[in-house]
């Protein structure tokens, strides 16, 4: 049998997440910032699920996702009814997860070339 490495077509691939790093290609990331297949947006300022408001997302819905995938953490933590709203009032499915899921659901939605967006709350 023959085995082939396969490189992801995207320019960006979540290799692990926890509630404190993620590790995106080959760069160990620390605080809290925003993935789409071909765009990174490091430092994004957000500490707290619960905190967050609609307008933290305007950098996430900036990149015209079809879903965003919301990683929590290391527990999976809900935003306000106010934000999820925000996002359906867009036409734009939020989803929250842990960021374990969150990064195991993006690479699978970002092989199927579907646009997606993943916003992850890291608390180091």
Not at 4 to 17: I, K, S, T, V
Not at 26 to 38: A, H, M, Q, V
Request: hydrophobic share 50%; charged share 20%; with cysteine.
């Amino acid at each position: 049998m023959q085995l082939n490495l396969e490189h992801p077509d995207q320019a960006f691939y979540l290799r692990a997440a926890d509630g404190a790093s993620a590790l995106v290609n080959d760069r160990r990331l620390y605080s809290s910032f925003i993935l789409s297949p071909d765009r990174l947006v490091e430092d994004w300022p957000v500490l707290s699920v619960k905190a967050i408001t609609a307008q933290d997302l305007e950098p996430a819905l900036a990149l015209d996702p079809e879903v965003i995938l919301l990683g929590s953490g290391a527990t999976q933590v809900f935003p306000t009814p106010a934000v999820m709203a925000a996002c359906l009032g867009r036409g734009v499915g939020l989803e929250t997860m842990t960021n374990a899921a969150a990064a195991r659901t993006f690479n699978v939605l970002a092989g199927e070339g579907r646009r997606v967006v993943a916003a992850f709350v890291l608390n180091p």
